[in-house]
């Protein structure tokens, strides 16, 4: 059995072929790892760390680094918040009547329930107003004890 004159070469390509793999590997999991760290922390230490760990430890490294990371990046906590000062925001828009607690549609006067005033009628432009207000921010005349109150039946109670 004879060898190939030229072995010696498939060899030696063969061999920089799988060295520029696994450099290329080794390149590529550092720069995946520092891109990964970016888009969950702010902390320079952390990516710094993280980093180095894939750097130093190759395979170990990773996987060490995928146990300790954070579950979400900061994308996603961002739309987090979003979402939560969304649903606190519909929240607080939903009025609710302050004295039994139920729900109240806007344009509603009185309370349907417990007949609380919910609204009160200025006395100088005449707008509905909310009762907790001491000046009207439609005509600018303060409510210091002279809006009427508006019955349910239509009728107004001036109170003085």
């Known amino acids: 059995m004879t060898l ?6 498939y060899i030696s390509a063969a061999l920089f072929v799988m060295g520029a793999y696994l450099l ?16 969950r922390s702010r902390d320079l230490l ?27 990046t900061l ?15 519909d929240l ?7 004295n039994c607690h139920r729900p109240v549609r806007e344009d509603y006067i009185v309370c349907p329930e417990c007949h609380q005033h919910l609204m009160t009628k200025c006395m100088g432009c005449g707008r509905l107003l909310d009762p907790r207000w001491d ?19 239509g009728a107004e109670d001036t109170t003085v």
């Open 24 to 39: 290329a590997l080794y390149v590529g999991m550092i720069i995946w790892t520092y891109r990964d760290v970016s888009s």
């Open 135 to 153: 000046v009207c921010p439609y005509c600018g005349l303060y409510q210091e004890g002279i809006t009427e109150k508006i019955e349910p039946n």
């Open 92 to 98: 607080e828009d939903r009025r609710i009547c302050p």
């Open 75 to 89: 994308a996603q906590d961002y739309e987090q918040s979003l979402a939560e000062e969304a649903m606190l925001q």
């Open 46 to 72: 952390a990516r710094i760390l993280a980093t180095l760990l894939v750097a130093i430890f190759n395979v170990p490294g990773i996987l060490v680094y995928m146990l300790v990371r954070p579950r979400t």
């Open 4 to 9: 190939p004159e030229n072995l010696n070469s």
